[in-house]
Structures are given as C-alpha cells and as structure tokens.
C-alpha cells in the first residue's frame, strides 16, 4: 500500500510541510467592532465551528438593554481585525485571508459568524483593519442573542483561543473558564469576565490604549 502510494503521489515524508512553525506569532489585531464603541465579552472560549473541541472561538455584542435576537443600531457594525482579502461571505461564515493569496488553508486567516446577509462585506473585498464588514446578528447556526463569533486559522488549522498563541486583541489575551463559553480577558491588571447578561464586568471599549508604567 505505501508503494502504491508513494508511486501516485511521491514520497510523504520527503519534503514534510511545518504546519505550525515554532517562532509563529499572531499579527497586531483590533477588536472587531468600531474604535471607542463599548461592547461585551458575551462567550469566552469554544468551538471554532460546530461542537465540541479545539476551542478556538469568542464572541462579542453590542452593549444593549436589549436581549436575545434584536437589530442594531447603525453605528454598530463589525470590523475587519486586521487588513485582509474577503474569501467567504456567506451564512455559513465570512473568511479575511491575512496574506491575500486567495487560499483559506496558508496563513493566517480570520473568521467571522453571524453577520447579518444586509450589508455584510462581499467576496473579493480588500478590506483594511477597522472597516466595517457587517451587522452582528443571530444568523447562521443556532444563537441565543444577537453578536459575533470570531475565530483564527494558521495554514487551515484552528487556533485555540487560550494556548501558546492565545486571541491577543489590543493587548488584551483571552483565558478559558471552568468551562466552555466562560473565561476571561486581561491586559495587565485590568480583567474582563464573559458573560451572556453584558454586565459591567464584560463589557470593552475598542481604540483605547494601555496605561504606561509609572
């Protein structure tokens, strides 16, 4: 069998691809949502996609009074975290390719669930960090409240969102909870706790710098 098929398709071992290279470092992200906008850290890390492990997603919403499935405000769209090229905008998730090379399995690509079909970014866009890419929504798989899902790929592998390269957002690095859609943020001292009620304790402000040191 290993003959076969080394004589269809080479020899595997001969030239190995490095999936995830030891000195890979996750590029200078925003939060997806627009600069002094307050929003809330509503899921800590989970699934990336479906059920079940690597947990390489969290979620945010706009801050409201409203909850469960409700439409925004105009001002409130999602954003592009870093520069990128649009590769999927579908209900099924929108992907921004970091390296622009049109392939979703090299590099570092971004991924985005629930935006709305109105206005969400379509395929082929150039888009630059901070643009607007859609509305936060309950479209697309089964949600309790309107918000967005966002996780990270590196040549086609899920990232976990707590690991040797955590979600980093402005500084702020994501930490799993005593389980699945818990957990934390911090940059330095300063803490945030996920939690679908948006309270106080959750919520973020985009744009905005970390204190230097005294």
């Given at each position: 069998m290993?003959?076969v098929?080394q004589t269809f398709?080479g020899?595997?071992?001969a ?9 890979l470092q996750?590029?200078?992200?925003q939060f ?12 800590g890390?989970h699934t990336?996609?479906g ?5 390489a997603?969290?979620d945010?919403?706009?801050a ?6 409700y ?6 769209y ?6 990128g ?5 579908d209900i099924?998730g929108?992907?921004i ?5 049109g392939?979703e399995?090299?590099?570092?690509v971004l ?5 709305a079909?109105e206005?969400r970014?379509?395929l082929?866009?150039e ?6 890419i859609?509305?936060?929504s309950?479209?697309g798989g089964?949600v309790?409240?309107t918000h967005?899902h ?21 500084g702020w690095i994501a930490h ?5 859609y ?6 330095g001292?300063?803490m945030?706790i996920?939690c679908?009620?948006?309270?106080y304790?959750?919520q973020?402000?985009s ?8």
């Amino acid at each position: 069998m290993a003959r076969v098929y080394q004589t269809f398709f080479g020899d595997p071992w001969a030239d190995p691809v490095i999936v995830l290279p030891g000195s890979l470092q996750q590029p200078e992200m925003q939060f997806p949502f627009v600069a002094g906008h307050l929003w809330a850290y509503t899921g800590g890390p989970h699934t990336g996609w479906g059920s079940g492990e690597p947990f390489a997603a969290i979620d945010f919403a706009p801050a409201s009074d409203t909850t469960g499935c409700y439409t925004v405000e105009s001002d409130q769209y999602a954003t592009a975290m870093a520069d990128g090229l649009v590769l999927r905008s579908d209900i099924d998730g929108t992907v921004i390719d970091l390296d622009k090379d049109g392939d979703e399995r090299t590099g570092w690509v971004l991924f985005y669930l629930h935006l709305a079909t109105e206005q969400r970014v379509p395929l082929g866009r150039e888009v630059k960090a901070g643009e607007p890419i859609g509305y936060p929504s309950c479209e697309g798989g089964h949600v309790t409240g309107t918000h967005v899902h966002i996780a990270r790929k590196y040549n086609g592998e899920w990232i976990l969102a707590d690991g040797p390269l955590a979600f980093n957002l402005e500084g702020w690095i994501a930490h799993n909870g005593s389980q699945v859609y818990k957990g934390t943020m911090t940059r330095g001292a300063a803490m945030i706790i996920a939690c679908e009620c948006s309270d106080y304790q959750s919520q973020i402000m985009s744009g905005v710098k970390a204190e230097s040191p005294e």
